[in-house]
């Protein structure tokens, strides 16, 4: 299957055409303020030395930071509407409590507390007050408000009072856009009512962006479906992410953990990914990056879903570097590294000055850096060491020396020997290993919830089963799924041998003629 990989990020807009496990060819452009317009000049060229008879494109993968950005500089969010089923129980904390005030106003929330949901042990805790639930739906249509966010007490043991509610909304605001908690998030009110909201306002800019990258492909000349990848190194039919935006969140290090695995073939290792602005470090599990188990800030606002454990790190390629303070970062000039930094005319020192006067890479033009004095960069460099050493200390789970991959445009920066680290490899397309992740992407499904009255193996076997049918809706072929994980907790305060099962399988993309459309 030919594929082209893509992943747009703050500093650099990556992209690769494969063929099977073949790089036919790569190419790195500086990100610019017209996002689109760089992915079709990056498809473009990625598909110009393909000859006029060579076989189309099957299939595109778009790895974006548009909707974590979007967060984090609250802009283009939606206006949204929170709908709580847990009165009387959940009346102490508001919806949103949590969030920064600045990010509250930008979503300018209305917020409805009625009467529902259920106990631990699944017993309904009052019954859903369906007038109550009609009359906010009735509500927020009249003010204007497309996006709604329905969570309810304990929704992943049961999740009829969300399924419920939302049919109520829908009979009021037929064409609102509906995120229910249970599809997102685990058990813990807030946060999973938390990552409910973040979605709900960000599935108006989902739509947005798919419906502007499937332009950029035609605009390109490419007639495929196309995905964008998720959290967890697998990727997803664009239409289903743009309901699950929040699942793209982290996509942009999981795609260099997952091309970092594929072009070393390690399944266990650590993975540290430089980009322009910052690095991310992360852990392969099995050829996956390893998930993180506790709650997760976004934006500055507290979640508890599918995310990737990494460890981010002020220091990437354009990390700007102030001599009189002798710091290093937390700044960065970014995608302007190429008018900016001095070995590109500019004035500003960045860490790709300093690894252009040491010799570690041929960027620009090295006699501008040439001034440096030796020992002023030979002790810029050991503080680099000392970053990157702690950094992985903190990532590891035991004492032994791990192998680390330098992936990123900027992994020149990662020096050849750590403390802590057995061996610091290298490989070739390192610099566009996210691409490459985002084009090898498998398809995902994933079912975290409590089972009651099933035995374990059949309530792992009924776990399996949905995060199947989860993965073929997300568009896996059925013969190609394979189970990645599960693991099984018995919950001792709960009737009938409960228990909560979480399980994740991957497969293949399925292809079809039907699908073979931009």
């Known amino acids: 299957m030919k594929r082209i990989g893509i992943d747009v990020g703050g500093t650099n807009t990556d992209a690769v055409l494969i063929d099977g496990e073949t790089v036919l060819s790569a190419i790195k452009f500086p990100t610019t303020s017209d996002v689109m317009k760089g992915v079709v000049d990056a498809i473009r060229h990625v598909t110009a030395s393909q000859p006029a008879h060579a076989a189309p494109v099957d299939a595109v993968m778009i790895g974006t930071t548009h909707f974590t950005n979007a967060v984090v500089e609250r802009a283009r969010l939606e206006r949204v509407a929170a709908i709580r089923i847990a009165m009387p129980a959940g009346a102490s904390l508001p919806p949103m409590v949590d969030w920064p005030d600045d990010l509250r106003e930008s979503v300018e929330p209305m917020s409805f507390m009625v009467e529902g949901g259920h106990e631990y042990d699944g017993r309904p805790l009052v ?263 702690d950094s992985v200390d903190r990532m590891k789970t035991s004492a032994e020396g791990v192998q680390l991959i330098a992936v990123g445009g900027g992994s020149f920066l990662i020096p050849e020997k750590l403390a802590g680290v057995r061996e610091v490899l290298r490989v070739e397309h390192a610099g566009v290993a996210n691409a490459l992740g985002a ?13 009651s009255g099933l035995s374990r193996d059949a309530a792992i076997a009924e776990a399996e089963k949905l995060a199947r049918e989860r993965a073929i809706e997300a568009g896996a072929q059925p013969g190609t799924i394979t189970t990645l994980d599960t693991e099984d907790i018995p919950i001792a305060y709960l009737p009938g041998d409960a228990r909560r099962v979480r399980a994740r399988v991957v497969g293949d993309i399925a292809f079809s003629e039907k699908r073979k459309v931009a």
């Open 127 to 389: 019954p859903l007050d369906r007038d109550a639930v009609r009359e906010a739906a009735m509500k927020i249509r009249d003010a204007g408000i497309q996006s709604v966010g329905i969570t309810a007490l304990f929704s992943p043991l049961t999740t009829e009072c969300e399924v419920e509610a939302a049919e109520i909304v829908r009979q009021v605001m037929p064409d609102a856009r509906i995120t229910l908690s249970h599809t997102l998030g685990r058990i813990g009110l807030l946060e999973r009512e938390n990552v409910t909201l973040l979605n709900a306002a960000l599935q108006g800019l989902g739509q947005r962006t798919v419906g502007a990258f499937g332009q950029a492909l035609k605009e390109s000349g490419v007639h495929a479906p196309f995905y964008l990848t998720q959290n967890d190194g697998t990727v997803v039919l664009a239409e289903v992410a743009a309901a699950n935006p929040v699942y793209s969140f982290a996509s942009g290090p999981t795609n260099s953990m997952r091309g970092a695995a594929f072009l070393t073939g390690l399944k266990e290792a650590m993975v540290v990914d430089v980009g322009g602005t910052t690095s991310d470090i992360g852990c392969l599990v099995g050829g996956f990056p390893r998930e993180a188990n506790n709650v997760v800030e976004v934006g500055g606002v507290r979640t508890l879903f599918r995310m990737p454990d990494l460890l981010p790190m002020a220091l990437g390629g354009g990390t700007i570097i102030d001599l009189d303070r002798g710091t290093i970062g937390p700044r960065s000039v970014g995608y302007r590294i190429t008018s900016e930094a001095l070995v590109f005319g500019g004035s500003t020192l960045t860490t790709t000055d300093v690894a252009v006067a040491a010799g570690l890479v041929e960027i620009g033009d090295r006699d501008r850096v040439k001034h440096l004095d030796a020992s002023t960069v030979s002790t810029l460099l050991k503080r680099i060491e000392k970053m990157v050493e």
């Open 439 to 451: 084009a090898m992407a498998q398809v995902s499904g994933e079912v975290d919830q409590v089972f």
